[in-house]
């Protein structure tokens, strides 16, 4: 066996020596501590920011700075020197290094932090999203920080060596990088401790290690729930006595909003007519507006798996799904089903019923690149339910639309231009570049585009009530909610624990067709009476199931909030 080292063995008694490329390569040292070193100053500015910003002494905060920075330091070398492989080396720190630079980017703009969940939202994205997410400010924040260190790796291949001899020296790396960050962290102890139990989230600030974290925490959930079948939910469930001899068949539209939060919404107390048609509903007396209501997750590849699960969110509900949902239990029962999605899809809920996208229709002044506005949802409604299995929808139907709702940062442009009542609204999706009343106005002209989209549903329910073809019900609720810039938050998305009560209060309305109140016995007078209870996305497959009177043991009556009624 020849081993790499022959190549590079000085030759000696020819005079001067002369020196291989590979002789000349950086040897693993110099690759691994400068860029490490790089990586935790320049490429952690928003931990910096917040560090620095903490109350405490200069004293203390020299310590914790400097603490941290020799801990992120040793930790990332450490990281780096396990990768410190001939031809490997230089494509993987040159990943790490543009992750570190677009999440200073999200981080910087949007006051985001990388956890699982946030890297499972960036995996499922759509191009939509992402071009709304994409700003000036982008390639210049990602030139600034990974420019130098890719320079860095990339001027010089590694020095190549034999591998018993790179094994060593990389095992060596790994040793001194974990002594280093252990030694700080003992010194440390008493600072360091009590900063990350009182800032909890400030764990998923340190890049890359955050990203490499969330990365193992995803891959090691998901790969071994991908092979596995689900369990099966509501095997006995059947259809119940208010089926028999039915005059109308009841059709239930379920909508799954988007990012709507609670403090926004009109009905819920905000000072602003965001919601005028809603409230003209609620006064007619068949529409309830719950004002408690606390979301599964802060974000939809949390929140909408987990409004459909027959878990509570203590249960387990905002974790990947391991159970059929709400959609299966109502198809087994015998009802027609049909999602409409107007966003980046169902998250893997609609799976086994029939489903259809906004995105076919391609609607002359609704739709534009790809993207629809939210009445694209009720364009040949009656259409798209006559296709459904006759047999079925002669029981009833269950029909949930999907929102594009007030998804950001693009508020302004969730509705058209003659649906914008707030004004001047921000057009950027730059959002810390708008004036705080501008952001509030897009995002409220989203919110009020809804209401006329809720409207609009009503509407069409009302006439199906009135013409005798269905007994009609509607129940909308809000996926999460969203950040409008306070204490520097945008967007959503935060770890569930720290997320302010913005991400995490949503609205619910339901309205229910005088037929429909008859059949299920449910009065709306009653419900309005109960709408201030704490409630939250627990209640929405115990409340489904109730409400279509299905009947099945994993019907939890306690988790059915029209059951009181
Ligand atoms: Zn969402």
Redesign the pocket.
């Known amino acids: 066996m020849i081993f790499p080292s022959v190549l590079w063995a000085p030759q000696r008694g020819t005079g001067a020596v002369r020196r291989t490329p590979a002789a000349i390569g950086q040897t693993p040292w110099r690759a691994v501590w400068p860029l490490a070193c790089w990586l935790a100053l320049a490429g952690n500015v928003p931990l910096w920011q917040r560090v620095a910003a903490l109350d405490g002494s200069v004293g203390q905060t020299a310590v914790l700075l400097a603490g941290l920075g020799l801990l992120v330091w040793g930790a990332t070398a450490a990281l780096l020197s396990l990768m410190v492989w001939p031809f490997a080396y230089r494509p993987l720190a040159s990943v790490l290094v543009l992750v570190t630079a677009f999440n200073t980017h999200f981080m910087l703009q949007y006051g985001a932090v990388i956890d699982p969940t946030m890297l499972a939202n960036v995996v499922q994205t759509d191009a939509r999203e992402v071009r709304d997410l994409l700003s000036p400010a982008l390639p210049f924040t990602v030139l600034l920080v990974a420019g130098v260190p890719l320079w860095w790796i990339w001027r010089r291949p590694l020095r190549s060596r034999h591998w018993l001899a790179q094994t060593g020296r990389n095992a060596g790396g790994v040793a001194l990088g974990l002594l280093v960050t252990v030694l700080v962290a003992l010194l440390t102890y008493q600072n360091l401790a009590s900063l990350m139990r009182n800032h909890k989230d400030l764990r998923y600030m340190i890049n890359p290690l955050n990203s490499v974290y969330a990365a193992t925490r995803l891959a090691a959930d998901q790969l071994p729930r991908q092979v596995k079948a689900l369990q099966p939910v509501g095997e006995d469930a059947h259809l119940g006595a208010s089926y028999a001899q039915q005059a109308r068949p009841p059709l239930l539209v379920l909508v799954v909003g ?2 709507a939060r609670a403090q926004n919404w009109g009905l819920s107390g905000y000072a602003r007519p965001t919601t005028p048609a809603l409230a003209r509903w609620q006064a007619q007396g068949d529409l309830v507006n719950f004002s408690q209501v606390q979301s599964c997750g802060t ?3 949390v ?2 798996p987990c409004l459909f699960s027959p878990l509570t969110r203590a249960q387990g509900g905002d974790q990947t799904a391991e159970h059929e949902n709400l959609l299966d239990v109502l198809q087994r029962a015998g009802l027609a089903v049909l999602w409409l999605d107007n ?1 980046s899809g169902c998250k893997g809920v609609c799976d086994r019923v029939p489903h259809a996208s906004t995105r076919e229709l391609n609607l002359p002044g609704v739709c534009a690149d790809g993207e629809c506005f939210d009445e694209a949802l009720l364009q040949g409604l009656d259409e798209r339910i006559a296709a459904l299995d006759p047999q079925r929808r002669a029981r009833g139907v269950v029909l949930v639309m999907h929102q594009m ?1 007030s ?1 950001g940062p693009a508020y302004s442009r969730r509705e058209p231009a003659n649906h914008k009542p707030f004004q001047p609204e921000c057009t950027s999706n730059t959002l810390s570049e708008c004036a705080a009343d501008q952001l509030v106005n897009a995002y409220d002209n989203s919110i009020a585009y809804t209401d006329h989209f809720l409207d609009q549903t009503l509407q069409w329910l009302q006439t199906q009530a009135d013409q005798g073809r269905y007994d009609t019900g509607l129940l909308y609720v ?3 909610g969203e950040s409008l810039g306070e204490n520097n938050l945008y967007l ?1 998305g935060l770890p569930y624990a720290f997320a302010p009560d913005q991400q995490t209060r949503v609205p619910m309305v339901t309205w229910l067709s005088a037929g429909l109140q008859q059949r299920s016995g449910v009065s709306a007078d009653c419900l309005r009476q109960q709408a201030a209870r704490p409630l939250s996305h627990d209640h929405v497959f115990h409340s489904v199931l109730g409400l279509m009177d299905v009947q099945t043991a994993v019907h939890q009556p306690a988790l059915d909030l029209y059951r009181p009624c």
Do not use: A, C, L
């Open positions: 988007e990012t974000n939809t590849q929140s909408v966003q709702g998804h809000s996926d999460h959503h």
